[in-house]
């Protein structure tokens, strides 16, 4: 079994799916197994993490058809990170689901389609072959339509049109660009484009095809000027679903553009402006559109895109360094954004609203909650030693060797930004008094609920907090793993050797 | 609208239909055809006993809900596809194959499920569809 280790996490997620279809009126057990199984998919991803840090890039080839001509699964360091972060994103996001999401949602098959989104994000992550990661997205474009749409309730609904539109849109031009580099090549394996690429002589051709790549990746993963559909649609569906988005669906795009333009296209002069432009864009647009929002969901909502063009921005620098720190902001925001939606729940769960202006007292009434809130938030501004404050110091260090002042400035702008919204949320939220407001009727607040449900809403976001404190004090670690697979993107060599047993 | 027309020619091409769905099931592979086409011409044969009988009639031939089909085919799907990596340590989904063929239906093999599961699914996700829409109009 120890050759075929990196397919179990789609193998696990595949069954448990399943098995969660047979039960689909049975609402109670589907709770309890969707988060017995997300554990053991934790487990899953923790052995093959342990198992790749400890031996290498695997490479699994599907039907026992030789590379290139098979589809093949490659789980490299940064693919084996990612499938760990998004089983403890999951597991965090099922036992959130459990109570916060209500039952007439959960009748609609909510756990199964969660399992099957979870499935294909790991697809995604551990595909070495381009048109198979275009079908692990049409996976995730359709699991994710399912679970924004589910209650069709009038807002949701006008959000997850615009949702499915923009994306679809996106698989189209990402089609294309496979299209056209398909045929420049000839071949779908990421290794093998990756040698013949080089020897393409018509270049115009090469630029046109990454652009395209940019521009489909770039409106999955909300990157300026394409990112409006998200404010237009994440708030809508309930926070568990929310969270899950935050945390993987734009980081999916990211770990596209990441792989695709360091494996394919890595180098490619003209891009690194193209990218770097997008990236300041991005965070610029991203920081003014949280700071005029008053909506807590809306708020997280802009700072997913502003964090984004941090990413993009590293990845335009092209140097080790940059790289590293790109990994370790992947790491970090991956947790955190997860986190910051699961807050945003449970605040709409104490006080019925995630408006701003109507809120308050929060440290006041839960003064122990509010200690466990705090920890995310300032580790998303990255006040040391939290986790958001050492990638910083890499992409800050990178754009400065790389003499990219514009980015310097794009990235302290976009701190103090995050900084400056964060101490607003805090002062509105928590420490302000509590202004009159209008309870909705038949809304079950948090003090109503028993204790078995209070857990089910503290635990998550507890469980990230601690991996998020272990990002920021064992920093350390994660650097020298952010730095290891830095190399590996770098030297893409290792990659395509696996790959094609040379 | 029920005409006499259509209700004594469905009574022959239902059975045909659903002859014929397994026939291109089992030509599939090699030859054109396989599970998805095979569970189209069957929910075609069950469709066209709706039209003519009432779909409540339908209902009771099929004795259970076809959205059951869906979980059902994903599983013999699945089944096939990690079958060589627990049966005889090879990557996920490689064909496996018995090493005599089997008068009339030919070589079996781990790809044969893997198309029968396809089958149940196509059968049951356009069932599902079809009545639900007319359950609505």
């Known amino acids: ?502 | 609208m029920r005409t006499l027309i259509l209700k004594s020619a469905s009574s022959y091409l239902i059975p045909v239909l659903l002859i014929f769905s397994v026939f291109i099931l089992l030509r599939g592979h090699y030859l054109p055809g396989g599970g998805f086409v095979g569970g189209l011409v069957a929910a075609i044969a069950f469709v066209l006993d709706a039209f003519s009988n009432g779909l409540e009639k339908t209902k009771t031939i099929l004795k259970i809900h076809p959205g059951f089909l869906m979980p059902l085919g994903l599983l013999v799907a699945f089944l096939s596809g990690i079958s060589p990596m627990v049966f005889s340590d090879l990557p996920f989904m490689t064909g496996i194959w018995a090493e005599n063929p089997i008068p009339v239906i030919g070589a079996i093999g781990s790809a044969l499920f893997f198309d029968l599961g396809v089958y149940l699914v196509v059968i049951g996700a356009a069932l599902t569809i079809i009545f639900t829409i007319s359950e609505s109009a």
């Open chain 1, 1 to 502: 079994m120890t050759n075929d280790i990196i397919i179990l996490p789609l193998v696990v997620h595949l069954f448990f799916s399943i098995v969660l279809m047979f039960f689909w009126n049975k609402v109670d057990f589907q709770k309890i197994f969707s988060v017995v199984a997300n554990f053991i998919a934790l487990l899953v991803a923790i052995w093959v993490f342990i198992f790749v840090y400890n031996n290498g890039t695997q490479v699994v080839q599907s039907g026992n058809w030789e590379a290139p001509f098979g589809i093949v699964f490659v789980g490299d360091m940064l693919a084996a990170t990612l499938v760990l972060l998004t089983a403890i994103a999951g597991f965090a996001v099922s036992i959130f689901s459990t109570i916060s999401v209500i039952r007439a949602r959960l009748r609609f098959g909510y756990f199964s389609v969660f399992h099957f989104l979870l499935l294909g994000l790991n697809g995604a992550f551990l595909t070495g072959d381009i048109f198979n990661l275009y079908v692990w997205f049409e996976i995730i474009i359709i699991s994710s339509f399912v679970l924004i749409s589910i209650g069709g309730e009038k807002n949701q609904l006008e959000g997850a049109v615009k949702y499915f539109a923009l994306n679809f849109f996106a698989s189209m031009i990402f089609l294309t660009a496979l299209g056209v580099l398909y045929g420049l090549v000839g071949t779908l394996n990421m290794a093998d484009i990756s040698l013949k690429i080089a020897e393409v002589q018509n270049r115009n051709l090469v630029e046109i095809s990454a652009v395209l790549f940019l521009v489909g990746f770039g409106i999955k993963s909300a990157i300026f000027p394409l990112y409006f559909w998200l404010p237009a649609s994440y708030h809508t569906p309930p926070s568990a679903v929310s969270a899950i988005f935050a945390g993987l669906l734009t980081k999916v795009g990211v770990y596209a553009l990441i792989r695709v333009f360091t494996l394919i296209y890595g180098g490619e002069g003209f891009l690194s402006i193209l990218l770097l432009t997008l990236a300041i864009m991005t965070i610029f647009s991203g920081g003014v559109g949280a700071i005029i929002q008053n909506n807590m969901k809306k708020v997280f909502m802009y700072f997913i895109i502003c964090h984004i063009g941090f990413m993009i921005g590293g990845l335009a620098l092209f140097t080790e360094v940059a790289m590293a720190g790109v990994i370790f902001y992947l790491i970090h925001d991956i947790i955190i954004k997860t986190n910051l939606f699961l807050i945003s729940g449970l605040i709409y769960r104490i006080k019925g609203t995630t408006n701003m202006k109507k809120l308050g007292g929060l440290y006041a009434n839960y003064p122990k909650l509010s200690l466990l809130l705090a920890i995310p938030l300032f580790s998303l501004i990255g006040i040391p030693p939290l986790s958001g404050y050492w990638p910083k110091i890499s992409l800050i260090l990178a754009s400065f060797n790389a003499e990219e002042y514009w980015f310097f400035g794009a990235l302290i702008f976009g701190s103090l930004i995050t900084l400056i919204v964060i101490a607003k949320l805090w002062s509105e939220v928590f420490w302000k008094d509590q202004p009159k407001i209008n309870f909705p009727e038949k809304f079950i607040y948090f003090d109503q609920l028993r204790i078995g449900q209070k857990f089910t809403f503290i635990f998550p976001i507890a469980f990230l907090t601690f991996v998020t404190l272990y990002i920021g004090f064992g920093a350390e670690h994660i650097q020298q793993l952010s730095q290891r697979i830095a190399s590996e993107l770098i030297n893409n060599e290792l990659y395509i050797d696996a790959v094609l047993k040379r």
